[in-house]
């Protein structure tokens, strides 16, 4: 007895459906032959007969005698038939046997044929319930005699046949039903066999045991289901270190402005200090401050998309706006290194979007250029149109460039290429976020040693504000601090 499950419900489905179909084809089958037999006697009998009625036609003539009957008998015969001379009303008046019984036909062949057509007639003979076919016609001769000509043969040695043809198809489906069952019971092992090793290694997972996994050589279906366990063992794995670091490194980068404020208020407090070292303690604790509100605001940000929270205010949106802001917001921090921020950018480049989302996308592309430029050096930001439908910002440095092993990860949540030089690693993950819900894409090139460009590439709009009617047009549109 099969347990209720998968594989019970495999064997008996594929049992089913294969037992219905051949039983269907058999039959079919069967009945097929059947009609081929019984026709291919009916048709033997009637071409006979229809030739014997030509003989009485043309061959006989004048009044019937026993020899001229005897005749016909003698000359139309067949092989296991008997054939029959009957009257009109169904009296046997001779036969191929020479037996006469003293008897009516009565079956339905005899008033078919005495009505015009070929009677025909299957059943069992009275007396011996031997199974026959009777095939009789109406023969008229000098247009006064009306006589009906009846073949009766056995059908018992086609019925044998049949019956032989019917046990050795009942054999070969039952054959058939044991390779199917047995084929069956393989197909359901095969296929739920793999997954109670996969059930059993994804309770283990369910209890946090990330460790384990599926092993074996599956294939299709279930093969892209244990891959995808696997994978997704593998990340959360990868998300758990992640978080670890994480927290390592936020609770790092909280507890620095912490102790500094700490340090500073506990400072001033006790008194005694000039404005000028007053004004600097304070200066720390503003600053740190600040540094405070960036992180928490950045980890806001990131829960906010995480859960899908964040809402963008739509509007039309000059980008060369946007961009003249960004410089200017990150003029002092590039100054400190002397390093030059140019714009390249066209007039009336306009999107439909969020013009404080988009600042902080461009504004974190630009500090971490900044941070990871050298002195001297310059950063571009060029904005140019793609095609019809499409704009491209392209933010350029000649800094230490990314390697290509940190390229791939490096807008991954929490990943960080140098741990020492601060931030969530969240900055790049929110920039993607934010672009994407823009319907652009962010892309990076870096080389080692030579610097990194990203490309966020928006659609562009249409649409145009009423001021843009007349713009104004630059003689220049590069944009140097």
Request: hydrophobic share 40%; charged share 25%.
């Amino acid at each position: 007895m099969i347990k209720k499950g998968m594989r019970r419900q495999i064997v008996l489905h594929y049992i089913l459906v294969v037992f219905v179909a051949l039983l269907l084809v058999e039959v079919i089958f069967l009945l097929a032959i059947r009609t081929y037999y019984y026709d291919s006697v009916y048709s033997k009998i009637t071409t006979n007969i229809v030739t014997a009625e030509g003989f009485l036609k043309y061959a006989i003539s004048g009044e019937r005698s026993p020899n001229q009957m005897q005749k016909v008998l003698d000359l139309f015969g067949m092989e296991y038939t008997e054939l029959e001379v009957l009257s009109t009303s169904g009296d046997i008046l001779t036969s191929s046997t020479g037996f006469q019984p003293d008897r009516t036909i009565t079956t339905s062949d005899v008033p078919e044929a005495v009505g015009g057509s070929i009677g025909k007639w299957v059943g069992r003979q009275a007396g011996t319930n031997e199974s026959v076919m009777a095939v009789s016609k109406l023969i008229q001769l000098n247009s006064r005699d009306k006589y009906v000509i009846r073949y009766i043969t056995s059908m018992e040695r086609i019925d044998k046949d049949l019956l032989n043809l019917t046990l050795v198809s009942i054999g070969i489906g039952a054959a058939v039903m044991v390779i199917v069952v047995l084929f069956s019971f393989g197909l359901a092992n095969s296929i739920v066999k793999p997954l109670n090793n996969i059930t059993a290694v994804s309770a283990q997972m369910a209890k946090g045991r990330f460790n384990a996994r599926i092993k074996g050589d599956y294939k299709y279906e279930i093969g892209d289901l244990a891959t995808t366990l696997n994978y997704m063992a593998d990340e959360i794995i990868r998300s758990n270190q992640i978080k670890d670091d994480f927290i390592s490194s936020i609770s790092h980068e909280l507890r620095t402005p912490l102790t500094s404020i700490k340090g500073w208020s506990e400072t001033l407090i006790s008194g005694g200090y000039d404005p000028e070292e007053t004004k600097l303690g304070m200066g720390i604790i503003s600053k740190e401050s600040d540094r405070l509100i960036g992180l928490v605001e950045e980890i806001l940000d990131f829960s906010k998309l995480q859960q899908n929270e964040m809402k963008l205010s739509i509007v039309l949106t000059d980008i060369k706006v946007v961009l003249q802001e960004t410089i200017l917001n990150i003029w002092a921090k590039a100054e400190k290194k002397r390093i030059h921020l140019v714009l390249e950018c066209e007039d009336s480049v306009y999107i439909k979007g969020d013009p404080n989302r988009l600042k902080q996308v461009f504004l974190n592309l630009v500090d971490n250029a900044v941070k990871f430029s050298p002195e001297d050096s310059s950063i571009v930001l060029s904005a140019q149109r793609l095609s019809e439908k499409e704009m491209a910002v392209i933010v350029r440095d000649s800094g230490i460039g990314i390697s290509e092993v940190h390229l791939t990860r490096v807008r991954d949540r929490f990943f960080q290429v140098d741990a020492l030089n601060g931030g969530t690693g969240l900055g790049l993950a929110i920039s993607q976020q934010i672009v994407e819900l823009h319907h652009g894409k962010l892309e990076m090139d870096s080389e080692l040693g030579k610097g990194t460009q990203v490309t966020v590439i928006l659609p562009l709009t249409d649409e145009r504000p009423p001021a843009a009617e007349q713009p104004v047009t630059a003689e220049s549109n590069d944009y140097e601090l």
